[in-house]
């Protein structure tokens, strides 16, 4: 008989194809668990035994997870979301009696661009430049002190760029191609730390059935070293787009502004506990003063159009900055890891989906 | 049985609001306030087995009574009911309310099918009331301009079309049952391309031809793809979603030029004429009370079409959008669902697609509906 396992999370990108395979060949009967209503649009298309939770709500999710065997985390959303969550559902699981939680955590953890030599024994910190990176870090240690003290077996999964159909990574750069928005760091040589959605899927199924992966933390990618370039280049051949359209730059410096060091400063804690004691005049003085330091001047009517270039981001930057494949040996070792979709068949399916979603791809 | 209508702007025509779900909230409820500016109307009646529906909707209306039995709406007897409750049961109180003398303004889909539709409208004309379906989108100004467009052929006749809309469903819904099948018999087809089919045979008639492919698996479709053909030569693709990015764009080609509507933008439209290199993009402007202003905007389209529906039940106006005129999408519709193939997902291996091919004729109605 086919375990019962909720999808927590099912909604998303990951959650959706997991949900879908199974769901097609049968291997688990499938609990998606979603935050309300309007999450059911994309699982709707197949007769599931879903189930609704807010990922912060113990009570609800415990209700949720009830008669299930094991539970897919693949919560995603701000890191306030990701935090209450570890914990949350960790909970809820234990009250349910579930007996093991897969937690869908990230190679981030390790930073956008990891040092040569990482791996699953790397030390971990919390002083990411990216919040989410930070709230995975967090997570990852919240669910591993709840194990210690709990019976729900606990493995964490580490993926690094997953995408496949649905994915941003593939629309998104699809989109940037269209726009002739997209760029490439150092001409697209960092390496893509890739993964195809179904290989995910299949290290996920491992973790569930696997005796010895309990308690144990995996990195997880595709078996082939693949650039940025490979990435941009097989989506602008599917589009029908040239390459050279493609702006090429030179790694860019980010500083933080102003604002957001205003910003930041307004968040901390003991600013937030002055602010009370603040008139609501002066706090309106300060907000304008702040808006205008920070407003970018009016252009002159004289100033003629310019091209617009890509925006470039600080975190596609650091990932194109990735000089690292990070191994999946422990994977391979302890739950029999083989990532069976190429990078080419990955990249056709993914092709495949955005024809599917109407992008002008010739024929 | 039949009652005299209010037929005098001073005398407040009752209104009833049947299902307090969210289009009532978000939609009929300011609406119906706007409305009451410019017309003497009032909500008498509001109706929704939910209490907790009923509790939301409540603070919009004070002066309405809140009932949790149909039956004792009915005997309350308004002059106009606005049904806006799940689609699975416009047919059997629409009805109802006609056979008591109220005239009614059923939302879209009027019906799940076309012999539903068919007894709602023959219900109407036995009962001689008033039976309007929400297609408000026929109030827009942009779409009354390419009605225009295409019927008086100053760009030439219609080549193609080319309609895609949707994206990530973000609909508030109040319950489940818009992805319950034993509620809602269509998914994102009859949720939003009631609203493109129709505007499709308004603006060049009912197809010569069609194919239909959706993604529904047992369950309801998140997609659907719809190819149509015509007598004219015209030809014309739909693509509608629940789940992936869309453009939420209407490009209709024309002999000498190509008009685009963005989704939703009311009073605008994009002019491209054949030959000349700087397209127009631009609001539609209307005289009104002797002003040049912009023409209504989508909030204002669909208090339009309360104060037309309202304006008929007094005799003054003629409906603008009767439920017969819904007939042709819901069979377009119908067509669809009785001939549907699956999408094809190329990322799919080969069992699943065996087994995604198994669910989804399970899904398909009888195929018994042609155009």
Request: glycine share 10%; aromatic share 10%.
């Given at each position: 008989m086919a375990p019962r396992i909720a999808v927590l999370g099912a909604s998303g990108f990951v959650g959706s194809r997991l949900v879908e395979l199974w769901h097609l060949t049968g291997w688990a009967s499938v609990r998606p668990v979603v935050r309300n209503v309007g999450s059911l649009a994309r699982l709707a298309r197949f007769d599931l035994d879903w189930r609704l939770a807010d990922a912060s709500d113990q009570a609800a999710l415990t209700a949720a997870f009830q008669g299930c065997d094991a539970v897919v985390n693949l919560i995603v959303g701000n890191p306030d979301v990701i935090l209450a969550n570890a914990t949350a559902s960790y909970r809820a699981a234990q009250a349910a009696g579930v007996k093991r939680m897969v937690f869908m955590s990230?190679?981030?953890?390790?930073?956008?661009a990891p040092a040569p030599g990482?791996?699953?024994t790397s030390a971990l910190h919390t002083h990411h430049r990216f919040a989410y990176n930070t709230a995975k870090v967090l997570a990852e240690r919240a669910l591993t002190q709840l194990r210690d003290g709990g019976s729900v077996e606990l493995v964490i999964l580490r993926p690094g760029i997953v995408y496949g159909p649905r994915s941003r990574w593939v629309s998104d750069i699809a989109d940037q191609l269209l726009a002739d928005r997209a760029y490439l760091i150092n001409g697209g040589a960092g390496i893509c730390n890739a993964i195809y959605v179904d290989n995910l899927i299949e290290a996920i199924q491992q973790s569930l059935t696997s005796a010895a992966a309990d308690r144990q933390v995996f990195l997880v990618g595709d078996r082939e070293r693949v650039t940025w370039l490979d990435v941009y280049a097989s989506i602008a051949r599917a589009l029908g787009r040239d390459l050279t359209r493609i702006t090429h730059l030179d790694p860019p410096q980010f500083s933080r502004g102003l604002k957001h060091t205003l910003s930041g400063l307004r968040v901390s804690k003991p600013v937030q506990a002055l602010l009370p004691l603040v008139p609501a005049t002066l706090k309106q003085a300060v907000k304008g003063a702040i808006k205008a330091a920070t407003a970018s001047p009016n252009p002159s009517k004289w100033q003629l159009r310019m091209a617009t270039g890509p925006v470039v981001s600080e975190e596609i930057t650091q990932l194109q900055l990735c000089a690292v494949q990070l191994p999946c040996i422990k994977a391979e070792t302890i739950l029999g890891f083989q990532p069976k979709v190429s990078f080419a068949e990955g990249m056709r399916r993914s092709i495949g989906w955005l024809r599917f979603a109407g992008y002008p791809l010739p024929r | 049985m039949t009652e005299q209508q209010p037929n005098s702007q001073s005398t407040p025509l009752r209104i009833a609001l049947i299902g307090c779900g969210a289009i009532t909230e978000q939609y009929y409820a300011p609406a119906l306030k706007e409305a009451g500016k410019h017309t003497s109307l009032e909500v008498t009646a509001l109706f929704d087995p939910a209490q907790q529906r009923l509790n939301a909707v409540e603070p919009s209306f004070p002066g309405a009574t809140p009932l949790i039995e149909f039956e004792a709406l009915i005997a309350a007897r308004p002059n106009l009911a606005i049904v806006a409750s799940p689609p699975k049961f416009h047919a059997a109180q629409t009805i109802a309310l006609l056979g008591a003398g109220v005239h009614v303004l059923c939302e879209k889909p009027l019906a799940c099918t076309l012999v539903e539709a068919n007894q709602m409208v023959a219900a109407a004309q036995t009962a001689d009331r008033l039976l309007a379906v929400?297609?408000?989108?026929?109030?827009f100004p942009a779409l009354q301009t390419i009605k225009a467009l295409v019927a008086g052929g100053a760009l030439g006749a219609p080549t193609s079309f080319h309609f895609a809309e949707g994206g990530a469903f973000n609909w508030p819904?109040?319950?489940a049952s818009f992805f319950q099948k034993q509620h809602s018999q269509g998914g994102v087809l009859l949720d939003l391309g009631v609203h493109l089919l129709d505007l499709s045979c308004w603006w060049f008639g009912s197809p010569a031809s069609i194919t239909y492919a959706d993604d529904a698996m047992g369950n309801l479709e998140a997609n659907s793809h719809i190819q149509l053909t015509y007598t004219s030569g015209l030809t014309g693709e739909v693509r509608l979603s629940r789940d992936t990015p869309c453009s939420n764009r209407y490009v209709i080609e024309f002999e000498q030029g190509k008009v685009v509507w963005q989704v939703g933008d009311a009073n605008h439209l994009d002019v491209r004429f054949k030959g000349i290199t700087f397209p127009l993009s631009g609001v539609l402007r209307e005289q009104s009370s002797g002003q040049d202003q912009a023409a209504d905007t989508y909030n204002q389209s669909f208090v339009r079409q309360i104060l037309n529906v309202v304006a008929a039940a007094r005799g003054l106006e003629t409906l603008r959008v009767p439920a017969a005129e819904a007939i042709s999408s819901l069979r377009l519709i119908e067509c669809c669902y009785a001939n549907r193939q699956l999408i094809p997902m190329p990322w799919l291996s080969p069992a699943e697609l065996e087994r995604a091919q198994a669910l989804a004729t399970n899904s398909a109605l009888t195929p018994s509906t042609s155009l």
């Open positions: 990230s190679a981030s953890v390790h930073g956008q990482t791996d699953e | 929400g297609l408000f989108r026929r109030f819904a109040a319950s």
